[in-house]
């Protein structure tokens, strides 16, 4: 109970520091006070349902579909939406910086993991030798 407080009070703070992000870089540009501000973060929040169901139909039927149902029942209705928020969002962020921070960078991190795959597959074919070896002598010539 009181973890699930403790995160309903952090998503509702950053939901409040994310408004008074945005209205402090308004007044800061401007040096105008733009209240209009609410009617963004909504905005902000359609968006995020119309790209949710364009670009991952599956992912946001899930969501909308059984997750919130789900949350509302067991009375977590911060708690598990954030955590399968965070779960969903974190793959397409990493490939989100990856393509932005442009091809070469994404060539570099394929030529890594294709030499860590390379490493996986010589440790892996070595410990199946081994193990073949380890199992032949033992059962098939009963020398160990």
């Known amino acids: 109970m009181l973890l699930q407080q403790a995160v309903n009070a952090l998503t509702l703070g950053s939901l409040y520091a994310l408004i008074a992000i945005g209205l402090a870089i308004t007044f800061s540009i ?3 006070a733009n209240f209009a501000q609410g009617s963004m973060v909504v905005w902000g929040a359609y968006l995020g349902v119309v790209f949710a169901l364009t670009f991952c139909p599956t992912s946001a039927a899930l969501f909308f579909g059984s997750l919130v149902p789900l949350s509302l029942k067991v009375n977590s209705s911060v708690t598990l939406p954030v955590v399968y928020g965070v779960g969903t969002a974190l793959p397409v962020m990493v490939f ?5 921070t442009s091809a070469q960078s994404v060539g570099k991190a394929y030529n890594v993991l294709a030499k860590i795959e390379w490493w996986a597959r010589m440790l892996t074919g070595w410990i199946f030798i081994l193990v073949g070896i380890y199992f032949s002598l033992k059962h098939v010539f009963q020398v160990i």
Do not use: H, I, N, T
């Open 96 to 100: 989100a910086v990856l393509l932005a």
């Open 30 to 32: 401007l040096d105008v």
